[in-house]
């Protein structure tokens, strides 16, 4: 395929984050995403059929097959459109490397999805709430209050600020289209293997690893163009947010995930973390910022904004970038 250049590699990427603000995810044709999911389900159905009974060993092996198979198919395919593309016209390869592109980022996708908990939750409608936040979240939503119904898309927002934004636009960044869905891949996979219980421990164990490990630089990034975006919004503690990370982020379970919530709950001013259910087990996860006031729907908003104008100041880094580049 076409190396780009450092300029079109960064007109690409902005141009990609624009197309996720106005468009979001596509309707049509079948979000790249949910391919990587469907073969993911085909794959584990081979490597590991409900009548074999497989040592913690040879389940490792074969999560491994799974992470390899699924990451490498997924770059080698868009690699393989893009060069078509490409041989087509320049142009077209840039536009079809800016489409697939925004497939990976998924800022509009997450605040439309907050919004959704947040209008029925505004409203008192707690069961809706709880109903819409059940799609985003993978711990059980039937008895949450409306603190936890709202901690909980809040936490999915500021969480996949790193997987669903930062992330993927620096693996943009660095390789282009393919390398942005080799990660959504990975980040698919510990969606859809990564958990620690008894039918995952050993099986997702490399999915969840290679996510980490991913993940480790854009989530110290995301914390602090957080931070920098909680200076610009009003109400928000920019001084806050960095205090949290620095308290907070080494007691979440993830070594990536508690650094996004924790900035958001420091410079919103709340206490995310606490008592979660996940497939019937109750799990105390730490509790990051201080709750200087009882968290409320409102603070979903919080988030969003957070959010967005985290994403515009990497769109600007990316933009100003490209300007001091081309001069």
């Known amino acids: 395929m076409m190396f780009y250049t450092l300029q079109e590699t960064l007109l690409i990427t902005a141009a990609a984050i624009v197309i996720d603000w106005a468009i979001g995810d596509p309707r049509w044709p079948t979000h790249p995403v949910i391919l990587i999911g469907r073969l993911i389900g085909r794959l584990e159905r081979w490597l590991r059929p409900e009548s074999a009974v497989l040592s913690p060993g040879k389940l490792r092996l074969r999560g491994v097959a799974l992470a390899l198979i699924t990451v490498l198919t997924a770059y080698a395919v868009l690699a ?6 490409d041989w087509i016209h320049p142009y077209v390869g840039y536009a079809v490397s800016a489409w697939f592109v925004s ?15 947040y209008r029925p939750l505004a409203a008192g409608d707690l069961d809706q709430a709880r109903r819409y936040a059940g799609y985003i979240v993978s711990r059980d939503t039937s008895a949450m209050d409306e ?16 997987d669903a934004f930062v992330s993927p636009v620096v693996f943009a960044l660095l390789g282009g289209a393919p390398l942005a869905m080799l990660y959504r891949a990975v980040n698919t996979l510990d969606s859809m293997v990564g958990y620690k219980n008894d039918r ?5 164990w490399s ?3 290679l996510d980490d490990v991913l993940n480790y630089i854009p989530a110290r990034l995301a914390a602090l163009a957080m931070t920098l975006a909680a200076a610009l919004l009003p109400g928000l503690s920019p001084a806050r947010a960095i205090r949290a990370v620095f308290i907070f982020a080494k007691l979440h379970p993830s070594p990536n995930s508690g650094l996004p919530e924790s900035a958001a709950a420091g410079a919103i001013g709340i206490e995310l973390g606490g008592r979660n259910v996940y497939f019937g087990r109750v799990s105390e ?3 990051m910022g201080w709750p200087l006031r009882p968290l409320a729907a409102k603070d979903i908003l919080s988030a969003v904004r957070l959010l967005y104008v985290t994403s515009i100041l990497i769109f600007m880094g990316v933009i100003g970038t490209w300007l001091f580049v081309r001069s």
Request: aromatic share 8%.
């Open 80 to 85: 393989l459109v893009v060069f078509a593309a």
């Open 103 to 117: 497939t990976t980022i998924a800022v509009k996708g997450l605040k439309d999805a907050a919004m959704l908990v």
């Open 147 to 162: 603190r936890d119904t709202a901690r909980s898309a809040i936490e999915t927002v500021s969480e996949n600020t790193v």
């Open 200 to 204: 995952y421990l050993y099986f997702g």
């Open 207 to 209: 999915s969840a690893r």
């Open 285 to 287: 996860r730490a509790r």
